[in-house]
C-alpha cells in the first residue's frame, strides 16, 4: 500500500490550534477566578471556536479549509480581545498575523491580516496616539509583506521538490512513485467506468553486456535514449515511467487487447530501429497486460505484465506478450 503524503499543514493546525486553545482557556480559568465574567466568557467561547475546526481538520483531514476557517476565527477573536482589552491584546495580534501563514491559504491570511489591521485602527482610543497607531499599521503591515513573500518561496520550494521527487534525474521521466500514483488512478477510473487501460512492462535486452563492455555511461546513455525513443512514441493520453534500472513502464488508454497487441509491436519496433549503442543496435522486451475488472489494485495487473516480460525474454528477447495469451 502507498504511503500517505505526509500533511505538514495539517501538523501545524493541530499544534498550534490545541496550543492556543489550552493557553486561552487557562485564561479564561483564571478570569472565571477573579469574577471577570465577561472577559472569561468571552475565552472560552473563542476556545471553543478554535478547537471545532481543529477537531474537523484532526478527523477529517482537510486541512486546507479548516486552516482558513482557523485563519478567520483567529483573527475575529484577536479583534474581540482587541475591544475587550484594548491595546495590551497587541501582545497576541502579531502571533496570530504571523501564524495565519502557516495554517491558511496566503491569500486568505493576507485578507484576514488586513482585515484585523483595519479593524485594529477604527477601534475609538485603542492606540496612546497617532504615532502608535502608525506604528502598529506599518509593522503589522511588514510582518504580512515578509510573511507572504516567505510563504510563497516556501510554497514554490514545495512544488519544486514535489516535481523533482515525482521525476527520474538520468531520463527525465517520471519515476516509480509517480507510477504507483498513475496506476492507482487508472485502476480506480476503470473501476467507475470512465476508461480502459493496457499496462506494458518492457526492458533493455542483454543490457548487463553493454554495461560490462563499454561501461556505465554507455549503459546510462542507452537508457537516457530508450526513454527519449519512449516518450517520443507516447500519444497524448499515455504515460511512461522508469521502474528502476534499463525496466521502463508504460500506461496506455486503450481499448481492447487488439490495441494493445498494436501499440506494444509499434514500441518494440520503434526501439529497435532507433536505440543505437557502441556495439550497435539495441533492442528491448515487453510484457502486457489489459486491466481486468476483478484487479481492485494495481499490484496484480502490473504482476500479470511483468510475467509476459520474462516469457517474452525467454523466448528469445526482441519480442513480446500479452499476459491474456497467457491464460
Known amino acids: 500500500m502507498k504511503p500517505k503524503r505526509r500533511d505538514f499543514r495539517l501538523d501545524i493546525i493541530v499544534l498550534l490550534g490545541f496550543t492556543a486553545a489550552a493557553t486561552i482557556a487557562s485564561f479564561g480559568v483564571y478570569r472565571m477566578w477573579a469574577g471577570e465574567w465577561t472577559k472569561a466568557w468571552f475565552d472560552l467561547a473563542v476556545v471553543a471556536a478554535v478547537a471545532a475546526p481543529v477537531i474537523h481538520a484532526w478527523r477529517g483531514g482537510d486541512s486546507l479549509r479548516a486552516g482558513n476557517v482557523l485563519a478567520a476565527l483567529n483573527s475575529a477573536a484577536t479583534f474581540g480581545a482587541c475591544l475587550l482589552l484594548g491595546h495590551t491584546a497587541l501582545t497576541w495580534t502579531y502571533l496570530v498575523l504571523l501564524t495565519n501563514f502557516f495554517i491558511a491559504h496566503r491569500w486568505m491570511a493576507v485578507a484576514c491580516n488586513a482585515l484585523l489591521i483595519v479593524g485594529m485602527q477604527l477601534i475609538p482610543g485603542f492606540f496612546h496616539d497617532g504615532v502608535h497607531a502608525a506604528s502598529v499599521l506599518v509593522s503589522a503591515s511588514l510582518i504580512t509583506v515578509f510573511s507572504l513573500i516567505f510563504a510563497a518561496r516556501t510554497q514554490d520550494d514545495r512544488v519544486q521538490l514535489e516535481r523533482l521527487a515525482a521525476i527520474d534525474a538520468l531520463t527525465g521521466v517520471p519515476n516509480r512513485r509517480s507510477m504507483e500514483r498513475a496506476l492507482a488512478d487508472a485502476v480506480g477510473r476503470f473501476q467507475r467506468g470512465e476508461r480502459r487501460f493496457g499496462l506494458v512492462v518492457l526492458d533493455l535486452d542483454h543490457f548487463k553486456d553493454v554495461n560490462d563492455q563499454y561501461g556505465h555511461a554507455a549503459g546510462d546513455a542507452a537508457i537516457a535514449d530508450l526513454a527519449s525513443i519512449l516518450r517520443?512514441?507516447?500519444?497524448?493520453?499515455?504515460?511512461?515511467?522508469?521502474?528502476?534500472?534499463?525496466?521502463?513502464?508504460?500506461?496506455?488508454?486503450?481499448?481492447?487487447?487488439?490495441?494493445?497487441?498494436?501499440?506494444?509491436?509499434?514500441?518494440?519496433?520503434?526501439?529497435?530501429?532507433?536505440?543505437?549503442?557502441?556495439?550497435?543496435?539495441?533492442?528491448?522486451?515487453?510484457?502486457?497486460?489489459?486491466?481486468?475488472?476483478?484487479e481492485k489494485t494495481w499490484h496484480d495487473w502490473f504482476s500479470r505484465a511483468d510475467a509476459a516480460l520474462y516469457r517474452a525474454k525467454s523466448a528469445g528477447r526482441d519480442s513480446y506478450v500479452i499476459a491474456d495469451d497467457l491464460f
Not at 517520443?232 to 522508469?242: G, L
Not at 506494444?264 to 543496435?281: I, M, N, Q
Open 232 to 294: 517520443f512514441e507516447m500519444r497524448r493520453n499515455d504515460q511512461v515511467f522508469r521502474f528502476g534500472g534499463e525496466e521502463f513502464v508504460a500506461l496506455l488508454e486503450l481499448d481492447g487487447t487488439e490495441d494493445l497487441e498494436a501499440a506494444t509491436e509499434r514500441l518494440r519496433k520503434a526501439v529497435r530501429s532507433s536505440l543505437r549503442g557502441p556495439g550497435g543496435r539495441i533492442t528491448i522486451s515487453l510484457g502486457a497486460a489489459m486491466l481486468r475488472e476483478q
